[in-house]
């Protein structure tokens, strides 16, 4: 079967795995994925294309009596519910190669809505994978069973799961092909000790980029009937920390959840395995086991070559998406891409993305400690346009880490101040002649009018929330800081960039 016929094929449900070569062991990619793929058609997968290890690897399950048999002989007894997703619903595993990371895959053509055998349907079940209690990658874990089988036990090992919960994993995800995909929503209720606030969640766009960075721009721009075609999935990121500064490690659980156009199989996770970010470059697996800082600098500069890419791609697509509105003025989903679109959620908005952003930066510098961490974070902002719009003045900017050190109470209490300031400058310019009212009012109002992209609505909630804890009760430790301080700085950064052209 050739490559063009993937396309074709009705795929209903994956679930995938996303993991950082480094943290695999990988170092020679071709011949590695190589042995992995030579070792699936020994368990009875079949390839549906030539071997590329530029393209995404399908494999139809084709002898099941001696697959069936193997996952009954990988997993436990007490895992039957995992034995019937391997033998009874999917069909197909799948490899996807990148430079930086290797992303394991399942896929079926069967209605995810199927019942396993506690009563509980595949689409339940897929959310769950990655959490402590389930296996977080059957795919991988049939590929090291797999290598083993045929006597590659070292390869098995080293890319095998390191526990229920492997911090190896950059992401993970479920993804579901509907025709009714543009439907996909969320709502998250939040509950704090001052009010009850229910935060609906706009899930993020998955664009094509294939389309908005190509000349195939030039299409889009005299056949508005292409532009349907521009959104090809939408997820909602289910992310959780904590992460710290301080600790050697990020621990984070990065899930996410899809719902896509059918036939965008391949193009859907080939954008997802763009935005997967390689929180523990400088670890081998198991995580207890660190890198040679030659290997750790060279995958640390490997991921600044990344992030330099991912950042020039979402200024690209943004670029494109802004040529369009000027074409289409009316088509009011554009102006929703351009915020709520997969790339400028990571790049402007992910607080994750901002705390890896500045400790890989300060790694590769040479200087990792905490404090330069932080100062680089708290530098990236222009305190003196937030003094001219009466938010902050350039000494508090300066003076935040040592605050972290000495009061970190206080500093919970300034960042509040200081996101109180940014909301109520919209709030008058929006509103001229609106009451005076609370923060929790103001914030809510804004949001209802759709000033505020949701993570950054989610942000200010808990930067407000949790400055009332510092300014009623002084309370407040430096590990609280250290993780609300990235939040701080993707806010001011929207108001500057974003929130004052937009009032």
């Known amino acids: 079967m050739e490559i063009t016929a993937i396309k074709t094929l009705n795929i209903q449900h994956i679930v995938f795995e996303v993991v950082p070569l480094e943290r695999l062991g990988i170092?020679?990619?071709?011949?590695?994925?190589?042995?992995?793929?030579?070792?699936?058609?020994?368990?009875?997968?079949?390839?549906?294309?030539?071997?590329?290890?530029?393209?995404?690897?399908?494999?139809?399950?084709?002898?099941?009596?001696?697959?069936d048999e193997l996952?009954?002989?990988?997993?436990?007894?007490?895992?039957?519910?995992?034995?019937?997703?391997?033998?009874?619903?999917?069909?197909?595993?799948?490899?996807?190669?990148?430079?930086?990371?290797?992303?394991?895959?399942?896929?079926?053509?069967?209605?995810p809505n199927n019942v396993s055998p506690y009563s509980r349907t595949v689409a339940y079940i897929s959310t769950e994978v990655g959490n402590p209690t389930d296996s977080p990658s059957l795919a991988r874990i049939l590929c090291a069973t797999a290598l083993r089988k045929q006597g590659n036990a070292e390869l098995g090992a080293r890319i095998d799961c390191t526990s229920s919960f492997?911090?190896?994993?950059?992401?993970?995800?479920?993804?579901?092909?509907?025709?009714?995909?543009?439907?996909?929503?969320?709502?998250?209720?939040?509950?704090?000790?001052?009010?009850?606030?229910?935060?609906?969640?706009?899930?993020?766009?998955?664009?094509?980029?294939?389309?908005?960075v190509s000349q195939d721009i030039t299409e889009l721009l005299t056949n508005e009937s292409l532009l349907d075609q521009i959104e090809i999935a939408r997820a909602f990121p289910f992310q959780l920390g904590p992460f710290?500064?301080?600790?050697?490690?990020?621990?984070?659980?990065?899930?996410?959840?899809?719902?896509?156009?059918?036939?965008?199989?391949?193009?859907?996770?080939?954008?997802?395995?763009?935005?997967?970010?390689?929180?523990?470059?400088?670890?081998?697996?198991?995580?207890?086991?660190?890198?040679?800082?030659?290997?750790?600098?060279?995958?640390?500069?490997?991921?600044?070559?990344?992030?330099?890419?991912?950042?020039?791609?979402?200024?690209?697509?943004?670029?494109?998406?802004?040529?369009?509105?000027?074409?289409?003025?009316?088509?009011?989903?554009?102006?929703?891409?351009?915020?709520?679109?997969?790339?400028?959620?990571?790049?402007?908005?992910?607080?994750?993305?901002?705390?890896?952003?500045?400790?890989?930066?300060a790694f590769i510098q040479g200087d990792p400690n905490i404090d330069n961490q932080f100062t680089l974070l708290v530098r990236q902002i222009d305190w003196s346009a937030l003094e001219k719009f009466n938010i902050a003045t350039v000494n508090e900017g300066e003076t935040i880490v040592n605050l972290l050190h000495a009061d970190p109470g206080s500093?919970?209490?300034?960042?509040?101040?200081?996101?109180?300031?940014?909301?109520?400058?919209?709030?008058?310019?929006?509103?001229?002649?609106?009451?005076?009212?609370?923060?929790?009012?103001?914030?809510?109002?804004?949001?209802?009018?759709?000033?505020f992209p949701s993570l950054i609505s989610i942000y200010l909630t808990t930067l407000r929330t949790t400055g009332n804890v510092g300014a009623h009760t002084g309370a407040g430790s430096k590990e609280d800081v250290e993780a609300l301080l990235p939040l701080l700085v993707r806010v001011l950064e929207w108001f500057l960039d974003e929130g004052v052209s937009q009032i």
């Open 411 to 451: 500093l919970l209490t300034k960042m509040r101040i200081i996101i109180e300031q940014c909301v109520s400058y919209l709030y008058q310019q929006k509103y001229l002649y609106a009451p005076t009212t609370t923060l929790h009012n103001v914030i809510q109002r804004l949001d209802r009018d759709g000033v």
């Open 27 to 67: 170092q020679d990619s071709v011949n590695d994925i190589g042995s992995i793929a030579h070792a699936l058609q020994q368990i009875g997968c079949e390839p549906l294309s030539k071997f590329n290890v530029k393209n995404a690897l399908w494999f139809f399950i084709r002898d099941r009596k001696y697959f």
């Open 71 to 111: 996952v009954r002989s990988m997993l436990h007894q007490n895992e039957d519910e995992l034995v019937w997703l391997l033998t009874e619903f999917f069909e197909y595993i799948v490899l996807l190669p990148t430079p930086y990371d290797l992303l394991f895959a399942l896929a079926s053509t069967k209605d």
């Open 244 to 361: 710290s500064f301080n600790s050697d490690n990020f621990s984070f659980f990065n899930h996410f959840t899809v719902n896509a156009r059918p036939g965008t199989q391949t193009e859907v996770l080939k954008e997802l395995v763009n935005i997967s970010l390689h929180l523990n470059w400088s670890y081998a697996t198991p995580l207890t086991k660190k890198l040679s800082k030659k290997s750790a600098l060279s995958f640390g500069y490997a991921q600044l070559k990344r992030l330099k890419n991912l950042e020039e791609k979402e200024k690209i697509l943004r670029y494109s998406l802004s040529l369009l509105q000027k074409r289409y003025p009316a088509r009011q989903d554009l102006f929703q891409w351009e915020v709520n679109n997969l790339y400028s959620n990571v790049v402007r908005y992910s607080s994750v993305y901002l705390a890896w952003r500045s400790r890989l930066i």
């Open 166 to 212: 492997p911090t190896e994993t950059a992401l993970a995800g479920n993804i579901s092909f509907l025709p009714t995909f543009a439907e996909f929503h969320r709502t998250w209720h939040l509950v704090d000790a001052e009010e009850d606030a229910e935060v609906t969640l706009s899930v993020l766009s998955i664009l094509s980029s294939h389309k908005l």
